[in-house]
């Protein structure tokens, strides 16, 4: 039996026709502007330069705050400094002899070429940036890897990391410097548009480019905008070209780039400055409650009430001059200086208590900090310094993941501000014939990345357990997985061919004492190699 409903008209109901998009009317959640969820959120989708230059003044000023007052954020921006540039951030030369040899078909750019060629310009790099005069900065402050530290750290709380380079010849007429190249450091805050005009098609956030959207110049104050002693330098901006045209930098400007079409950068506490305020607010708060909880608070009831005063002045002065009376005459205190207290009559001792539950507090601080760990690209150990709670495979497998970013964020930076430094001081030593050349060697200027290319050591990974992971890096050797350059950068932050003389000398240090030098990789490197047994073979650990 089939049943049918009919309409007014007597007539079967015509089905409406289903909706593809049901609910929401898309099909993505997402996407949905009506759900109580998402219904509020409705954020501008604005190009990034828009997105950042009109509020990178107020969040840039939030994180140095920040970081000037708050312990967390201090010590995850030195966290991210010490493994990242570190105390000894330095170029390890290897000169493309092979491309120079290829494109230029002179025999005499080989191997052996360039390691003396790289030898000789780090013996003048280390002269230059190490110098304790300091003639690398211009204003004479600080060493060279003390400069790479300083923008790195622009880099990270200001999002932008920007020097100038300077060809001063008068440092060495006037100052017996060795090297005209000088560096200074330039305050994020400085690039600015001229007379702080809006973007627009040719300038962004201080930065002038072209049709093609390359950085041309940049617009630099002569003096921090809230430099009052300096105010009309303070509403002056210099126009200063990127390059020489033959190549040579003139301003260096170094960002991480989140989206196309970008030209200033963000600091690492962008995402996670609310959330960071907040939990400082609560540490705060939490604190000035400990120090109430630790103050104990007491007070003497009489029994007279205040209402009853003006009724009974004369007694209530009458009694309270008895009770002056009677405690300036019983100050009793115990030997070790503690004082005991003996009411007059009718008084009473009634304490106070300021106790407040603080037991959800850790777990709410660390639950913030991993947050903001995971957004700054440390472990929450790292952030926190509380190691009480790792062991060997999680802190192993922590150390292995942060690494990834650190040395990510490392060679970002040696890409982006410390090579084109190290172009620039290659540049003044070819010109000035300190370095030695094949006949017939090409201009620099035309091969400047085939000269100046390097490898930027700076701190070492460290070991978790060193027995275990230096086995490990022994059986790696032996097997062809790794070498010796590898292991030594990585793991301690040197060259290995500085610490292969570094063995050789102490080798010959054994052997003229009569002593035996210790194995390397399983081989004895004393007189004696050739002879060598299983007994001296690295076993794999347990």
Request: proline share 5%; with cysteine.
């Amino acid at each position: 039996m089939t049943v049918q409903i009919l309409d007014v008209n007597g007539q079967p109901f015509q089905p409406k026709k289903t909706m593809a998009l049901v609910g929401s009317g898309t099909p993505y959640d997402a996407a949905d502007r009506h759900s109580d969820q998402m219904a509020n959120w409705r954020p501008y989708s604005l190009s990034p330069d828009l997105e950042i230059n009109n509020s990178r003044s107020v969040i840039s000023a939030r994180i140095k705050d920040l970081v000037r007052n708050d312990g967390w954020a201090s010590g995850g921006i030195t966290r991210i400094l010490d493994n990242t540039v570190g105390a000894t951030f330095r170029p390890i030369l290897k000169p493309d002899y092979r491309s120079l040899r290829l494109l230029t078909g002179i025999k005499g750019f080989d191997i052996q070429w360039a390691d003396e060629y790289k030898k000789t310009i780090e013996a003048h790099y280390r002269r230059w940036a190490l110098d304790t005069r300091r003639f690398c900065d211009v204003q004479r402050k600080l060493t060279l890897p003390q400069i790479f530290r300083l923008a790195f750290r622009h880099k990270l709380i200001d999002g932008d990391g920007i020097a100038l380079l300077h060809y001063r010849l008068d440092k060495i007429n006037d100052h017996d410097a060795y090297y005209a190249t000088a560096i200074q450091i330039i305050d994020p805050d400085r690039l600015s548009n001229p007379d702080n005009m809006f973007d627009n098609e040719k300038y962004r956030g201080g930065v002038e480019i072209n049709n093609d959207g390359a950085h041309v110049a940049y617009h630099i104050r002569k003096a921090h905008e809230s430099d009052w002693f300096s105010m009309p330098d303070a509403m002056s901006w210099q126009r200063i070209p990127r390059e020489t045209k033959w190549g040579r930098p003139i301003i260096i400007h170094d960002f991480d780039m989140d989206r196309t079409d970008q030209h200033r950068g963000t600091g690492i506490f962008t995402p996670i400055l609310q959330r960071m305020k907040m939990l400082t607010k609560y540490d705060q708060s939490e604190l000035e409650s400990s120090i109430l909880n630790a103050v104990f608070s007491a007070y003497i009831e009489s029994p007279y009430d205040q209402t009853l005063v003006e009724e009974a002045m004369g007694e209530i002065s009458t009694y309270q001059k008895e009770r002056a009376e009677f405690h300036n005459d019983r100050r009793i205190s115990l030997s070790s200086g503690a004082k005991m207290p003996i009411l007059f009559p009718g008084e009473k001792i009634t304490s106070v208590n300021a106790a407040r539950p603080v037991s959800n507090f850790r777990d709410f601080e660390s639950t913030v900090l991993r947050n903001c760990a995971s957004a700054m690209g440390l472990s929450s150990q790292q952030l926190s310094q509380d190691w009480s709670d790792v062991n060997y495979s999680s802190a192993r497998a922590a150390l292995i993941e942060v690494w990834k970013t650190l040395s990510r964020r490392r060679s970002d930076f040696a890409t982006g501000f410390a090579q084109p430094i190290l172009s620039a001081f290659v540049e003044e030593l070819h010109e000035n014939g300190l370095l030695p050349l094949p006949n017939g060697a090409p201009h620099f200027a035309h091969n400047r990345n085939a000269y100046s290319r390097a490898q930027w050591m700076g701190p070492g990974k460290g070991w978790v357990d060193p027995v275990k992971e230096k086995q490990g890096a022994i059986l790696g050797m032996q097997n062809g997985l790794s070498t010796l350059e590898i292991e030594v950068a990585e793991n301690v932050g040197e060259d290995y061919l500085e610490l292969l003389d570094q063995i050789q000398l102490e080798k010959e240090a054994f052997e003229s004492r009569g002593l035996t030098p210790p194995h390397i990789m399983g081989i004895n490197i004393g007189k004696d190699d050739e002879k060598q047994d299983d007994s001296h073979t690295v076993t794999k650990g347990t």
